[in-house]
């Protein structure tokens, strides 16, 4: 029996004997996928050949072009075949499989009883679902899934929910709802600077918002394809130049009349005191277990490897140090294998940006990713905030990644319907949504932790697509990481990594009594760059050709966002307000307030800060 029927626009002509189905091939369909897949035309007698093949082992040209491809290639055989080629093809490859292939025909013909109109209703579904959110139920041949697998992917993410248009995945039943209380929602958890009598936003005025001077990371830009020798060079000179202005920072400190020899050589050896600069690195001392801080110097006087000497601290009262840090030592080095250490100079601020040109409060909303809970993709925190946000209506909302955190526990799992950047795009659009008609404009920070985004920091920003934002884009604005926001001459530094938090895991200190998170922000400062430590953090892809262009500020910032894992907090640091708002995930957000300046300076203490529940 011969039965033609039309499939996806293609015309199959199928052939039932013995209970089998076959497909009829043809020589120009056979000739067609050779050639697709960079064959030459095959000879008359070939194709013949390949033609009785396919009748003899049931299977369709497409399929056996691909088996042969596949065959031909490990074997080192020339992929346009020949007839003794195809003669052992079909003795190694065909033959040995006969039997699977007898089985996979039989359920692949029972799998292909489906008609036209089977066809047509299983498309109508599909459309139904992307263009109502809600399936049509009709009768379809389901493909059966084994006991485990079914009982394994219940808590997958398939079916139908209100959250984003189309439908994206279907929230987990029984998640405990972690948000506030009603009675906690809106309570100031940590309050800097005077009160605030109103956040809600009275002034109407326009603002400008952009980037700063300092350079920023462009969006096409080619990273991690630095080799070792230029990274070291990259580390080396990085290390030369600042080195050398720390130097400089300190003999202006000191009295006119103190002389302090200063080498490069740190392994220089003398019993007079003398200064040099090196980065900072650590190892661990197999015998006792104690961390040993070394300090290796910029430049390399035999061999590739530069000079390492170890620094002994014993006699220094107080000190702070972290691997990559770029320090100057005074010291005396009597016996060659030691550098005894008097004191350390590491105060390398950058100078202080010019002071904004304000005439009217600003009011700033700062929030942190992960936005949605660890448990699940509802994102609800957002929302929540959102909802804040377009009642206060401030004038600008910066939030900054991870919008779509690779460690989430459902993004592991791969069961959203749309693509990662698609559900990027959703989410966006749904904000600005939420702010149509207001006046605040939102700033998106890009992070290396973003699924759909560069796995490398810095970060290039986030690719908007305007089209499927809608009327309101032009409120939004996409920054890099790290970046330096420019709002009305008002610098804002921010970057999303958890350097906080790294350099807290890896400080080697003798200092007691002191505010631990002012001193870790305050090391972010007086070495200039947003991620200072070295080696980075294991996760952290660190292009360094990238780090020394974009990952230091030649201007230190009026304000400095450094989100973190870690408490949350808000600091004054060498006339910068230092901030952690935490991260929206725990329903903790930050709100500024700031204020024009008086006397024509910049002073931290004019912002009003709160650090709030959502």
């Known amino acids: 029996m011969c039965t033609i029927r039309r499939v996806g626009g ?24 050779f050639c697709s897949l960079g064959c030459d035309v095959p000879e008359k007698l ?26 031909s290639i ?44 089977s066809n047509e209703e299983i498309i109508n579904n599909v459309l139904d679902i992307y263009s109502t959110g809600q399936p049509v139920v009709s009768k379809q041949i389901k493909r059966a899934r084994s006991p485990t697998l079914e009982a ?19 929230a987990k039943a029984n998640v405990p709802n972690r948000a506030p209380s009603i009675n906690a929602r809106g309570g100031v958890l940590l309050h800097f600077g005077r009160n605030v009598e109103a956040w809600k936003n009275q002034n109407e005025h326009d603002i400008s918002i952009g980037k700063a001077d300092n350079p920023h990371v462009p969006k096409d830009v080619t990273y991690m394809y630095e080799m070792l020798s230029k990274q070291g060079a990259t580390l080396s000179a990085s290390c030369e130049s600042f080195g050398g202005r720390l130097c400089h920072l300190w003999n202006e400190m000191e009295p006119a009349n103190s002389i302090v020899r200063c080498v490069r050589n740190v392994m220089c050896v003398s019993q007079v005191a003398f200064r040099t600069w090196g980065r900072i690195s650590t190892s661990i001392d197999e015998s006792g277990g104690r961390k040993i801080v070394l300090l290796e110097g910029c430049t390399s006087k035999l061999g590739n490897n530069a000079p390492v000497i170890r620094l002994d601290l014993g006699w220094t009262k107080h000190y702070s140090v972290f691997p990559g840090q770029i320090v100057v030592v005074e010291g005396t080095n009597t016996t060659g294998n030691a550098l005894l250490v008097k004191q350390l100079f590491v105060k390398g601020y950058a100078p202080l ?20 809970p660890a448990d699940n993709l509802n994102y609800q925190p957002l929302w929540d905030l959102m909802e804040r946000v377009k009642e206060d209506e401030p004038d600008v909302l910066i939030l900054i990644g991870p919008f779509i955190d690779y460690t989430h526990s459902e993004i592991k799992k791969c069961t959203m319907m749309d693509t990662f950047h698609d559900f990027f795009d959703k989410i966006l659009s749904r904000v600005m949504q939420c702010l149509q008609g207001k006046r605040t404009r939102v700033v998106v920070v890009s992070s290396n932790r973003d699924i759909h985004h560069d796995p490398v920091y810095p970060t290039p920003e986030f ?33 999303s990594v958890d350097i906080v938090r790294h350099l807290g895991q890896q400080e080697v200190s003798n200092i007691s009594g002191m505010d631990r998170l002012g001193r870790l922000a305050d090391h972010v400062l007086s070495q200039s760059t947003f991620y200072p430590l070295y080696p980075p953090f294991a996760g952290l892809n660190l292009d360094t050709t990238l780090w020394k262009k974009y990952g230091f500020f030649e201007q230190q910032p009026h304000i ?28 903790v957000y930050a709100k500024l307030c700031v204020r024009p300046n008086t006397d024509g300076k910049w002073n931290p203490n004019n912002v009003s800060c709160e650090i709030a529940k959502v």
């Open 463 to 495: 690719t908007i697509y305007t089209n499927k934002i809608g009327s309101n884009a032009t409120n939004l604005c996409s920054m890099p990481d790290p970046c330096i926001i420019n709002v009305d001459g008002l610098h804002i530094g921010v970057t």
């Open 353 to 372: 940006a010019e002071p904004p040109n304000l005439t009217e409060d600003l009011k700033v909303y700062v929030a942190a990713g992960p936005f949605t």
């Open 10 to 33: 293609k015309i199959l002509k199928n052939v039932v004997y013995g209970g089998l189905r076959y497909n009829m091939v043809s020589e120009e369909t056979l000739v067609s996928c």
């Open 46 to 71: 070939v194709v013949d050949k390949c033609l009785q093949l396919c009748h003899d082992y049931g299977i369709d040209e497409e399929a056996f072009v691909e088996l042969w491809i596949a065959y």
């Open 152 to 170: 394994g992917n219940d808590s997958k993410l398939r079916a139908v929910t209100q959250t984003f248009s189309p439908s994206t995945y279907t």
């Open 74 to 117: 490990p074997q080192s055989l020339n992929i346009n075949p020949s007839l003794d080629d195809l003669d052992k093809f079909e003795k190694e490859e065909l033959k040995n499989n006969k039997t699977d292939s007898d089985e996979m025909v039989r359920h692949a013909a029972s799998n292909m009883e489906i008609d036209v109109q």
């Open 560 to 587: 400095m966002i450094l989100p973190s894992d870690i408490k949350y907090y808000c600091k004054a640091v060498n006339e910068c307000l230092v901030l952690n708002p935490e991260r929206l995930q725990k329903y």
